[in-house]
């Protein structure tokens, strides 16, 4: 397992693995296959698939620890980058296709409309993530503090869960299965922490 995952080609693979959601979105739209309301689509999809990677980002770790597998570890960079990008091409579906640039319009959203406020925040949490991700980065803040600024991963992510919640309205099933799995990884985060100040 441990050549599998030190591999270079399954590496490769995994990353254009996570590009297979924009690739299918992209597909569906040259094939007007994106429902009555592209922009839903387009917007929903992206803001989900933030989500999910975001999610699969926070399971490397327990992962890693359960599965004996620490080259797991080689994964979660990636994984994040691509909830970063994920996220950005939300935004910019909302701010291009949504409010066509009135950014006057689209901050009054973000200070009027609860859901959005969440979405916003859970977004700009993501950024200094996305901006010291690189190895340069690690050594100029050092290990600690690098470790304690990634810690912003955790409130975008119950963010995105809370501001998917407030989107949907009426069938929340899929918002609150991916709140369960977050309080899930969140738990075993603070179980580990418990542990090891006891």
């Known amino acids: 397992m441990a050549s599998i ?16 959601p924009l690739a ?10 994106l ?7 387009i917007t929903r999809a ?3 698939w933030t989500l999910r990677f975001l999610v699969i980002g926070l399971a490397i770790t327990p992962a890693r620890k359960l599965l004996k597998q620490p ?18 091409l939300h935004l910019t579906t909302y701010i291009w296709l949504d ?11 973000v200070l009027k ?8 925040l859970a977004f700009v949490a993501m950024v200094p993530l996305a901006i010291t991700s690189t190895a340069g980065w690690i050594r100029r803040l050092g ?21 998917y919640y407030w989107l949907v309205k009426s069938d929340v099933r899929l918002p609150v299965f991916y709140g369960v799995l977050t309080a899930i990884l969140l738990s075993c985060r603070a179980l580990v922490a418990f542990r090891k100040a006891a």
């Open 5 to 20: 995952l030190s591999s270079r080609v399954t590496k490769a693979a995994v990353f254009l693995l996570c590009l297979v």
């Open 24 to 33: 299918s979105m992209a597909w569906r739209g040259m094939h007007d296959q």
């Open 99 to 109: 409010k066509f640039f009135d950014w006057g319009d689209a901050w009054k959203d």
């Open 71 to 88: 080259l797991l570890i080689r994964y979660r960079r990636m994984i994040g980058l691509y909830a970063f990008f994920c996220g950005c």
């Open 113 to 120: 409309r609860p859901f959005i406020t969440v979405g916003f």
């Open 35 to 41: 429902g009555a309301n592209p922009i839903e689509y």
């Open 46 to 48: 992206t803001g989900t």
């Open 143 to 163: 290990g600690k503090r690098w470790q304690l600024l990634h810690r912003l991963v955790y409130l975008s992510a119950i963010a995105g869960v809370i501001h």
